[in-house]
């Protein structure tokens, strides 16, 4: 016996299309909900949906399996028949954890889950916890960043559907390796968007990427419920370990008790059935310490945001750029602030948005460990031009040192896919819209776009080029050539130091010292010391205590003699106090 069960409170009429027997009625239910209970209609079976006079099929908005496209029909999945074998899995919590991102369709050749898998034992050698995966939920076209999902319970068919998701999750928990599924709730994508058909899904509101989802308006209870029922969807069935919660900034809800924070409780009350940690992790342009202050403080109760102020203040003063939303970082001030206080912009002017910005972080009672930084990440290399990653501008120098400061930090450190060995692979914006004029639509806004900011058109590329698609897949046979490897030993290195130090995964801010003088940095971190150099000149380098001895330096040539360190240029080390 399988219950159908649909929301459609405006409907007068509501049929169940089944690929095998034709229409049957549904019964109306209280809350603006229509069931029918076939029993015949077990797993595998093909179903659509028939709304009042129009004879379309649509997908049902909670379909747990699209084998045929997100405008294809829904199938009846049996997530009971998956049989799991990480049943000793205890979770990976968050602190102390290094995170990895990556795009299951660009990280292999094949870009399946499966094809995924036979890549999780280089991350287990790298030292990653925390496998970050960008969103898998079904959308239309074969290959997509995965930012355009409009079925928010479907994993994406090309990549494996809903069993390939399994099977990855399992042989990442049979190596010990967390999994962390982006999700996207502030929008559906352009192209296969039946949900509104249905029910008031959106308001006439839009955000950045379209008509913004109804969390405050009538009949928002279920929208609010639909959207909940996914989060626990994805860590219950699928055994994900935390999820990344996209743009919550576009998500305006006024209600007195904010969707993240019935989030927030709905994710610690599974938690607390399976006995193990689900990490909530937001991506918010706020800058706004609510959302990971614990809900006994007054806050949302999330684990931690990501945070764009510490990969700016890197990336700035790495590469030298300042331009548009670069404009106010890139001194050693700057950097000096975001270590040992979170934020950058905390209540301060930002020219970039001409308004003052943020609010301050209790540096005494927020542990770094709830930002989740980076210097690089998909948006960050995407959304430029040309997709460039720093590998493409950056000295292997300067990129040494950049790791070392982001994983000394007292963040939770994150690496994209490919820059453990400082790929030469860009990654950039692609899509696969079938439709020619959405099609057409994306390449000619996308190329408006970096006009506006001088690029000429000719040198973005086209997003529905597949050369596009295929030049940002990973190149694996980079890593037998001696300077990728060399960058892999590096980083390998650095991140074996950070987990067998505790000083350096240390998350309080006001612990941290930190110094700063021409070009260079020295960051204490209790009983260890950071010292980087960023002029492309050698300098000495006065240390605040004696050096007993260097624990891993970027590259040759570094030299201790009590308090001073000669560092040679574009060099950084880590000294033992």
């Keep these: 016996m399988t219950e159908f069960a649909v929301w459609v409170p405006g409907a007068a009429r509501v049929r169940l299309r089944l690929s095998a027997v034709g229409d049957r009625e549904m019964r109306s239910a209280p809350g603006g909900w229509w069931r029918a209970d076939v029993p015949d209609a077990g797993p595998g079976t093909d179903y659509a949906f028939v709304l009042d006079s129009d004879d379309r099929a649509l997908p049902d908005p909670r379909s747990a399996w699209q084998p045929a496209g997100v405008h294809g029909p829904s199938r009846v999945y049996d997530h009971a028949a998956h049989s799991w074998a990480d049943a000793g899995w205890t979770g990976r919590q968050l602190p102390g954890s290094v995170l990895y991102e990556l795009h299951i369709g660009t990280f292999t050749p094949q870009g ?242 001409s308004r003052h910005h943020g609010r301050p972080m209790d540096r005494q009672r927020t542990p770094g460990h709830r930002l989740v930084a980076y210097l690089q990440n998909h948006d960050q290399i995407g959304n430029r031009a040309t997709g460039d990653r720093l590998s493409a501008s950056l000295s292997p120098g300067l990129l040494r040192v950049g790791a070392t400061l982001l994983f000394t930090a007292p963040f939770t450190p994150m690496l994209f896919m490919g820059e453990e060995w400082a790929a030469s692979t860009p990654w950039q914006f692609f899509t696969s819209h079938p439709e020619p004029e959405l099609a057409t639509a994306v390449a000619t806004g996308r190329r408006r776009e970096f006009a506006a900011h001088g690029w000429p058109p000719g040198d973005v590329p086209d997003p529905q080029d597949p050369r596009t698609f295929a030049r940002s897949r990973l190149d694996w046979a980079e890593l037998d050539k001696p300077e990728h490897r060399e960058m892999y030993e590096f980083h390998r290195r650095l991140i074996a130091l950070r987990k067998s130090r505790p000083d350096l995964s240390d998350p309080r801010l006001h612990a941290i010292d930190v110094r700063h003088g021409d070009q260079f940095l020295v960051m204490r971190r209790g009983e260890c010391l950071v010292a980087a150099n960023l002029a492309a000149k050698p300098q000495r380098i006065t240390l605040p205590g004696v050096a007993r001895r260097v624990l891993l330096a970027t590259g040759k040539g570094v030299t201790v003699t009590r308090d001073r360190i000669d560092l040679p240029a574009e060099t950084a080390a880590i000294v033992a106090l």
């Excluded at 039946?194 to 006439?204: H, K, S």
């Excluded at 609010?224 to 029922?229: H, L, P, S, T």
């Excluded at 399976?274 to 006994?296: C, F, K, V």
Aim: with cysteine; proline share 5%.
């Design 112 to 353: 399946t889950f499966d094809a995924a898998i036979g890549r999780l034992d280089h991350l287990v050698d790298l030292g990653v916890d925390l496998v970050e995966l960008l969103p898998v939920n079904a959308f239309n076209g074969e290959h997509n960043w995965g930012y355009d999902g409009v079925c928010w319970y479907a994993p994406h068919e090309p990549y494996g559907g809903p069993d390939g998701l399994k099977r990855f999750v399992d042989a990442a928990h049979a190596r010990g390796l967390g999994v962390i599924l982006d999700v996207v709730y502030h929008h559906f994508g352009p192209s296969g968007a039946y949900a509104p058909m249905f029910a008031p899904y959106l308001t006439e509101q839009s955000n950045t990427w379209g008509r913004t989802v109804n969390l405050d308006g009538p009949h928002s209870d279920e929208v609010r419920r639909y959207i909940v029922d996914s989060v626990l969807m994805w860590l219950r069935d699928y055994h994900v370990d935390g999820l990344r919660l996209d743009a919550v900034h576009a998500m305006p809800d006024s209600r007195a008790t904010h969707l993240l924070e019935e989030i927030a409780v709905a994710v610690e009350t599974l938690s607390a059935h399976l006995g193990r940690p689900l990490s909530l992790i937001a991506e918010s342009d706020l800058n706004d310490p609510r959302l990971i202050t614990p809900r006994e403080a007054g806050g949302y109760g999330l684990d931690a945001q990501w945070n764009d102020d510490a990969h700016h203040a890197l990336h700035t003063l790495l590469t030298g750029e300042r331009q548009e939303h670069y404009g106010d970082f890139g001194s050693l001030e700057c950097l000096t602030d975001v270590l040992t206080g979170g934020f950058f912009h905390n209540g301060t002017w930002s020219s970039f948005r």
